[in-house]
């Protein structure tokens, strides 16, 4: 069964830069049925898409986030990783990452699983 | 961006009652739409997936419905571990964007 697990820090300065890494288990991350995202929620908040990124390196980013977003792939590690720059109080979240299965049949796409996430507070 | 409205914000019912929760997108967008159920402190979960594709292993008393504009969630006898938050989602575009969520409380 496929597993997403998060890692990274708890507690981030504003100005600094936030780094996520995803590892991925049960599973290859180079399938080529499958890219790989992330995903934030502020607390008591709704769900926000900050991008998504294919085996081969290509990445898409949320518009909103894309000057300060960074998404990578280590397909030897089976990981994916988010840097997100410049962050301020804003940046609070639990931040996850998801697989999003992507169609040709008309379906579209969508997330599952999800890592369970982990909260990140931008405070000095 | 398209904007995925839900309706209503919260609601509260009883074991055993049908429910129905829906959501609007601003533009049409076929059947590119998903619904996920949220437990607190835990991680969002696909129900159903292309507005009527039953995620496996989600029990069979939730529907989808809708094509366009206009979709429906439905939980046709709800039981206790059904008390969550139910996110709708377009995938037609990019950015991929969700509805502000939909709180079912036990009443």
């Known amino acids: 069964q496929l597993q997403l697990q998060e890692s990274g820090p708890g507690l981030v300065k504003p100005s600094e830069t936030l780094s996520f890494t995803c590892t991925v288990s049960?599973?290859?991350?180079?399938?080529?049925?499958?890219?790989w995202g992330w995903i934030r929620q502020p607390p008591g908040k709704g769900l926000e898409w900050i991008g998504s990124?294919?085996?081969?390196?290509?990445?898409y980013y949320n518009p909103s986030l894309k000057s300060r977003v960074t998404i990578s792939v280590d397909t030897s590690k089976n990981q994916f990783s988010l840097k997100l720059s410049s962050v301020t109080a804003a940046d609070t979240a639990v931040y996850y990452c998801?697989?999003?299965?992507?169609?040709?049949?008309?379906?579209?796409?969508?997330?599952?699983?999800w890592g369970q996430g982990t909260l990140v507070t931008v405070s000095s | 961006d398209i904007q995925m409205t839900q309706s209503p914000s919260s609601l509260s019912a009883s074991v055993g009652d049908r429910v129905t929760i829906t959501c609007r997108a601003s533009?049409?967008?076929?059947?590119?739409f998903n619904w996920y159920q949220q437990k607190p402190g835990k991680a969002p979960k696909l129900l159903i997936y292309?507005?009527?594709s039953l995620q496996s292993g989600v029990p069979s008393r939730f529907s989808g419905s809708g094509s366009g504009t206009d979709f429906t969630l439905t939980i046709s006898s709800l039981q206790p571990e059904d008390f969550a938050t139910y996110y709708c989602?377009?995938?037609?575009?990019?950015?991929?964007?969700f509805g502000q969520g939909t709180k079912v409380e036990i009443k």
């Open positions: 998801a697989r999003r299965t992507m169609t040709t049949r008309g379906e579209g796409n969508w997330f599952d699983p």
């Open positions: 049960g599973g290859s991350i180079s399938n080529i049925n499958y890219y």
């Open positions: 990124i294919y085996y081969s390196g290509i990445a």
């Open positions: 533009q049409s967008i076929n059947n590119y």
């Open positions: 292309a507005a009527s």
């Open positions: 989602q377009q995938s037609y575009n990019t950015p991929p964007t």
